[in-house]
């Protein structure tokens, strides 16, 4: 164990092993979380949100960028900015509640007032400051470096480092999946959110092939008792499906392959819907026969994570929100589509609540093994954890992407190379 002075980049380097043995400090250990927040979420590319959860001018979203609270608004002038929500007077957060619709922010201590592009616009009893400030350089600072990709919100509080586009690489085609999957391009992530907090890590979250048959096996025998066919085929050892690193920590179980086999299915399922007989058609002409069974047939889920705190699972958004240690929140934006029949959209939504809802079957699973797994891990008398699974099995594919077998922890593996990548560096 590392002790108080024994704590530093050089040595947290050694808590990842090229070997696939990852100390669990790395999981448990405060100073390690404060770097991670120094380091990561301080610096790299977040994602923040989607321009539809604010789609008229004065909407505005709180979110978290590592311990920044931000106000992700639309601005009177229609543009989406990420600003500070922290008042320029004395800190105090000048975005109360956590989502609405305002003309101007105004500071509940002492008045202070901004407008919706952050432009300062009303100083309580201004005469006091005569002389003394310059309100034009007194608005809500904006973050960094803001970008997006087809309606999806990233942001830096660096103001240097790689570019959005050089963080997203190889991701964005995956990102594609589930915005093509509406047959006018367009998906809305405006219909509201769910969320669980759970006290384990942030990085337990998501991207393991391994565990879905054995965690999640009431998930599975319920789908084929119901007649809605097993689902652990894509998931097994003899599956075509891998787990595929794509650059920068950015990991996906690809799962594409076995089904875009089955998209006869899922078309024949949906021609059944109100609506269900014209998606098909508009999928069609809009994307050519192939690549619309593709779409159709993986729902416009690609089972991607974005390292470090955004994933896309089934048809929603997570994003990922690491508050200590040992506590996470996770918050879960469903996706409609654009283009489509309320049915159709209804279609979807039930089957993101079947799987990842309050009392769904399959998030809460998953929240109760990191409580576990975070409560298992105190016991370190041998703190190491073995995520060597597949190590010999990697290797790359046609794209320059790695992939290995859909069980394997390359995933796991790839994401926390690019977390010690990160905590290595001293400056951007
Ligand atoms: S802290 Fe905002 S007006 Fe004083
Ligand atoms: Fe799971």
């Given at each position: ?28 250990d405060q100073k390690i979380f404060d770097?991670e927040m ?284 690491p508050?200590a240690p ?103």
């Open positions: 164990m590392f002790g108080e002075d024994k704590i530093g980049p050089a040595s947290v380097a050694d808590l990842v092993r090229d070997d696939g043995l990852v100390h669990s400090s790395v999981y448990t770097l120094e380091r990561i979420f301080h610096r790299t590319w977040l994602y923040v949100g989607h321009v539809t959860e604010v789609p008229n001018q004065g909407d505005y979203r709180r979110k978290t960028m590592g311990r920044h609270p931000v106000i992700f608004v639309r601005g009177d002038d229609d543009k989406v900015r990420v600003l500070m929500n922290r008042c320029r007077h004395r800190g105090a957060m000048v975005a109360e509640v956590d989502k609405g619709n305002v003309q101007h922010f105004r500071c509940p201590y002492h008045g202070w007032a901004y407008d919706t592009t952050g432009k300062l616009t009303t100083m309580h009893y201004e005469s006091g400051y005569k002389g003394l400030v310059d309100t034009e350089t007194l608005g809500l600072d904006p973050v960094p470096r803001i970008g997006e990709y087809r309606g999806m919100v990233f942001a830096s509080l660096s103001p240097t480092g790689r570019t959005l586009d050089e963080h997203l690489g190889a991701a964005k085609s995956r990102l594609d999946i589930a915005i093509d999957v509406s047959p006018t391009g367009d998906i809305f992530a405006s219909h509201g959110m769910n969320r669980t907090k759970y006290r384990g890590n942030w990085k337990l979250v998501g991207m393991d092939g391994y565990h879905p048959t054995v965690l999640h096996a009431s998930m599975f025998t319920l789908r084929s008792k119901s007649g809605q066919g097993s689902y652990r085929d894509p998931w097994g050892e003899g599956s075509e499906s891998v787990t595929r690193h794509l650059g920068n920590g950015h990991v996906m179980l690809d799962l594409t392959l076995p089904r875009a086999a089955n998209a006869e299915e899922q078309v024949h399922h949906y021609m059944e819907l109100p609506g269900g007989p014209e998606y098909i058609r508009d999928m069609k002409a809009r994307y050519g026969e192939e690549r619309a069974l593709f779409l159709i047939g993986n729902h416009g889920d690609p089972h991607i994570g974005l390292f470090p705190n955004m994933q896309i699972i089934g048809s929603h958004i997570r994003v990922i929100i508050l040992g506590l996470t929140e996770v918050q879960m934006f469903p996706m409609a589509m654009g283009g489509v029949s309320d049915e159709i959209n209804q279609y979807r939504l039930r089957r993101h609540e079947f799987s990842y809802g309050p009392s769904s079957f399959v998030q809460p699973d998953d929240t109760e093994i990191f409580e576990r797994t975070q409560l298992g891990m105190m016991a370190q008398v041998n703190p190491w954890l073995n995520l060597t699974r597949g190590l010999t099995r990697e290797h790359r594919d046609t794209d320059g992407t790695t992939v290995a077998g859909i069980s394997d922890e390359l995933t796991q593996r790839q994401q926390l190379m690019e977390w010690r990548k990160l905590i290595e560096q001293e400056t951007v």
